[in-house]
């Protein structure tokens, strides 16, 4: 199926996969914490009739600590998403290639990073364009 194919052996990609599942399954449970602090605390501070916008959109703390928990929330997201598409790859024997280029991803970028998508030279050009 795949035209190019990792270096990776079985074991490493068990090791991979098994990083990958534990990564979700931490990441997901950040993500629980945050969403009942973030929500449950907000609305245990609302008493009935208050709406959420404008006055905490003019609180400033508040509002400051809803946006950094919204963009660590984004963060998550994201980063969720990252580890699922990889662990999707896995099971259709794509992992570990590079989404650009089709070339396989430097082994030591996949360790330190096992959802990376990119090889390193695409991923400083992207870096680069930014
Ligand atoms: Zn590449």
Redesign the pocket.
């Known amino acids: 199926m795949a035209t190019a194919k990792t270096n990776l052996t079985t074991k490493e990609l068990k090791e991979l996969k098994e990083r990958l599942n534990a990564e979700r399954a931490d990441l997901q449970s950040q993500l629980t914490e945050i969403e009942q602090n973030t929500f449950g605390s907000n609305q245990s501070d609302l008493s009935g009739e208050m709406a959420f916008d404008e006055e905490y959109a003019d609180a400033g703390t508040a509002t400051f600590e809803r946006e950094r928990d919204l963009s660590l929330v984004n963060n998550l997201h994201d980063l969720i998403e990252k580890v699922d598409k990889a662990l999707a790859k896995m099971d259709e024997g794509t992992y570990g290639l ?1 989404q ?4 396989p991803i430097e082994k030591a970028r996949l360790k330190a990073l096992p959802y990376a998508s ?2 390193l ?2 991923k400083k050009a992207e870096e680069h364009v930014r």
């Open positions: 590079c650009r280029c089709g070339k990119l090889c030279a695409d």
